[in-house]
C-alpha cells in the first residue's frame, strides 16, 4: 500500500489529476481483496489492479468521468455470469468497488501525505473515507492514540464513527461499516464508511544468506513483505547480493537475533550454513511473539535437534508445535528457487489463515498424539 500512496504523491506533487479506485466490499469469489486499490491516469498511467478484465475496465471508464467531474463514484463489478468462452469475467463473485478523485494542492493533499508518512513510519493508522451518503467522499486519517485529521462530515454522529473506525484498526482488518437511519436517534439519512486500515507489511526475516535465502529474500519482497537479512558473513550478507531487502546485517547471528525488534508482524526462517546455528537462533525466538518460525532441515535431523533440546535443555516438547520444521509446503522442491518457494508459499498461507497444509503437519501431530499417550499412561 505504500506504493500506491507513494505514486500518488508523485501524481499530486506534478500537478496531474488522477482518480483512485478502492475496493471496498465482496461476495464470493472475486479476483482481489477487499481494500486493493488502483490509481487511474488520464493518459493510462495506471498503478496497481483490482482485478484485470471487464471488471476493471468498467471501474477505469468510470474512474474518467470521476476525474472530469470531481464527484466519487461507487462501481459494482459483477462476475457471477455463467460460464463460457465468450465470458469475460467468471470469478462468480461480485466486488463494489468506491472510485473517488484524489485531492489536488498541497494542503488538500495533506491528509494522503500524513498517511504515507505514520505507514512509513509503521504506525497503526486508518484512512476513514464516507463511501455513501450525503457526505460521501469526505475522509479522515484514524490513530489509536491521536485525534484524526479531516472530517468525516458526520456532525452529531462524528465521534460515534471515529470510535468505530479505532475498534476496526484495532482488529487489523479493512471493514465497510454500514449505518442505517434507523439507527439514529435523530432522523437523517443513511451513510456507510470504508474504514481502510494501514497494517504494517509483515517483516521476513531471514536468518543465514546462502543460496536459498537469494531467491526467498526476492519472492519474500514481490509479495510486500519488509526483508531482513542476516548472517555473520560479510561476503554472503551485503546490498548487492539483497538488493531488494529492506535491511541487510553482516553480524554474529544470535546476538544479533537477540537484539532485533520482533512482534506479531514478524515471519522468521531460519537456514544458515549450519544446524547448530539454526537451533542457537531458535532458542532465541521460540518464546518470542512472532507470527511464524521456520526452520530448515530433514525430518530425521529436526527429531534428533528437539529430542537432544527436550532432554539436555529440559525444553517442554510443546513448545516446538509452533515451530514448522522441516520448513515449507511439500511441491516437490529440488533448486534453491524451488525450495525459496515453498517457503514463502508457507509463509504467506500463515500470514492469510490459508487452507495448505505444512510439511511439518505431520511430525506435530505425531508429536502431540504422543503426549497425549504419555498423559493417559
Known sequence: METIYTKLADFVAADETVAVATIIDIKGSVPRE????????????HVG???????????????????????????RVDLTEDVSMQALGV???????FVERAPVGQIA????????????????????????????????????DRPPLGSLGLDDMEAQVIADAQAVLRSRQHKLLRYPASSFQLPASSFSVFVEVQRRAPELLIVGAGHIAVPLAQIATLCDFSVTVL?????????????TAQKVIAAPLRETVAGLSL?????????????SHDVECLLDVLDRPVAYIGMIGSQRRVDAVFELLEDEMHIDPAKFD???????????AH???????????????????GPAVSISERRRERDRRRRGDAVKG
Open 322 to 332: 509452533r515451530v514448522y520444521a522441516p520448513i515449507g509446503i511439500a511441491i516437490g
Open 49 to 75: 489492479t483490482v482485478g484485470g478484465g471487464c471488471g476493471e475496465a468498467d471501474v477505469i471508464r468510470t474512474a474518467l468521468d470521476v476525474i472530469q467531474t470531481g464527484l466519487p463514484a461507487t462501481v
Open 109 to 144: 493533499n495533506l491528509p494522503y501525505n500524513v498517511l504515507r508518512q505514520s505507514i512509513l513510519a509503521r504506525e497503526p493508522v486508518a484512512l476513514a473515507t464516507v463511501v455513501g451518503g450525503p457526505s460521501v467522499g469526505q475522509e479522515a486519517v484514524v490513530w489509536l
Open 263 to 275: 512482534d506479531a508482524d514478524s515471519y522468521v526462517v531460519l537456514v544458515t550454513r549450519g544446524h
Open 335 to 353: 533448486t534453491p528457487g524451488e525450495i525459496a518457494v515453498c517457503i514463502m508459499a508457507e509463509v504467506i498461507n500463515v500470514f492469510r489463515g
Open 91 to 97: 470469478c462468480g463473485g461480485i466486488m463494489d468497488v
Open 231 to 243: 548472517d555473520d558473513r560479510p561476503s554472503f550478507a551485503n546490498q548487492a547480493r539483497f538488493p
Open 34 to 45: 477487499v481494500g486493493a486499490k488502483m490509481i487511474i491516469h488520464p493518459l493510462g498511467q
